[in-house]
């Protein structure tokens, strides 16, 4: 495709030569000539002077020029950059139209308009599926799931009963949505109680979901993920937690029973919460923090563990870091004292 016509689909403004055949998008670093690439994060202007792309997005006050590299200046070069692989990558047919001969699907099950479902596929009684919905080999489907319209389902995914999925849902291999909460009742003699698990999960329109994620039933009522939200690999989301919408969670985070996480919200990787608590909306918690308690003033960063607000967190950390050597200085002084006081 011509760099003038993805210009004009982008709307940017063109610097260069037009009439440049580009073939793929490519990292800066590692772009060659056919290539067009991207720069969204200033750390990354370095790389301008030295790649081999033929073209390059980048921001309306991006001032670096080369004779050999066109450039194509846009509001948001990032979200140009999606647009160009999107453009330059269409999507590929997943399964061929139809059901595979291997697939088991209840007699009581409704499938919409141009349900494609692949090899070993299970589907329970009294299921339904919406129309152009991609289920992929493996996947298991239990009773009274409702899965919508346009949904993608890749390998191995187990959907237990009664559970609700929405519109253009994706979900990746290995995610188990509905598994028994973690309930159990102490007994005199040390045993435990299984506390029935009869509630639902439900995931609303848009919801992106990694592989290998675990998404427990409520005990009561309902586990969900509201519209919009974008969950990573290998998360756990335990009973009756409420994710909000657009809320993003990054890989490892674990999320106890009975948590309610706000809108827009940012979950970095590895953070734990505790059930039972609030967190408001627009909340970002770093990497590796662990939230013991509410949040209620929207739109802060947390980070630590026991996770406190982002400065009061950085000067802790900066005092830690100086225990070092204020323990060494406390020793020299206190030898100093005793020394001053045996001469007394």
Not at 264 to 276: M, P, R, S, T
């Given at each position: 495709m011509k760099l003038s016509e993805i210009a004009k689909i982008l709307g940017g403004e063109l610097v260069g030569d037009g009439d440049v055949e580009v073939e793929r998008v490519s990292e800066i670093q590692n772009a060659s000539k056919g290539d067009i690439t991207f720069i969204a994060n200033p750390k990354y202007e370095k790389f301008f002077e030295t790649t081999e792309a033929s073209a390059v997005i980048v921001g309306k006050n991006f001032s670096r020029r080369r004779e050999d590299v066109s450039l194509i200046m846009v509001d948001e070069p990032y979200y140009a950059f999606v647009k160009v692989l999107k453009l330059l990558n269409p999507p590929v047919e997943l399964l061929p139209k139809g059901i595979h001969p291997t697939a088991v699907i209840a007699g009581s099950a409704v499938l919409g308009r141009d349900v494609r479902i692949g090899a070993n596929v299970v589907v329970g009684e009294r299921a339904k599926i919406g129309d152009n919905t991609v289920i992929m080999p493996g996947v298991v489907i239990g009773d009274d799931v409702e899965i919508g319209n346009d949904v993608l389902i890749y390998p191995n995914v187990t959907i237990y009963h009664r559970c609700k999925i929405g519109n253009r849902v994706i979900i990746h291999s290995g995610t188990v949505v509905g598994s028994d909460g973690f309930g159990f009742v102490p007994r005199p003699d040390g045993t435990y109680e299984k506390i029935p698990q009869v509630g639902i999960v439900v995931i609303e329109d848009d919801v992106e979901i990694g592989s290998n994620c675990s998404i427990d039933r409520a005990t009561l009522g309902e586990t969900v993920i509201k519209r919009g939200a974008k969950l990573d690999n290998l998360i756990q989301i335990a009973h009756n937690v409420v994710i909000g919408e657009n809320t993003v969670i990054?890989?490892?985070?674990?999320?106890?029973?009975?948590?309610?996480?706000?809108?827009?919200?940012?979950?970095?990787?590895?953070?734990?919460?505790?059930?039972?608590?609030?967190?408001?909306?627009?909340?970002?918690?770093?990497?590796?923090?662990?939230?013991?308690?509410?949040?209620?003033?929207?739109?802060?960063?947390?980070?630590?563990?026991?996770?406190?607000?982002?400065?009061?967190?950085?000067?802790?950390?900066?005092?830690?870091?100086?225990?070092?050597?204020l323990i060494k200085e406390f020793r020299e002084l206190k030898e100093k004292f005793e020394k001053i006081i045996s001469k007394g």
């Open positions: 990054a890989a490892q985070t674990g999320i106890a029973g009975s948590t309610k996480i706000g809108k827009n919200c940012v979950l970095a990787g590895q953070v734990g919460i505790v059930g039972h608590i609030e967190i408001a909306d627009r909340t970002t918690i770093a990497a590796q923090s662990g939230v013991s308690k509410s949040i209620t003033e929207p739109g802060k960063v947390y980070f630590g563990y026991p996770a406190r607000e982002h400065s009061v967190a950085l000067r802790i950390e900066g005092a830690i870091r100086q225990l070092p050597e």
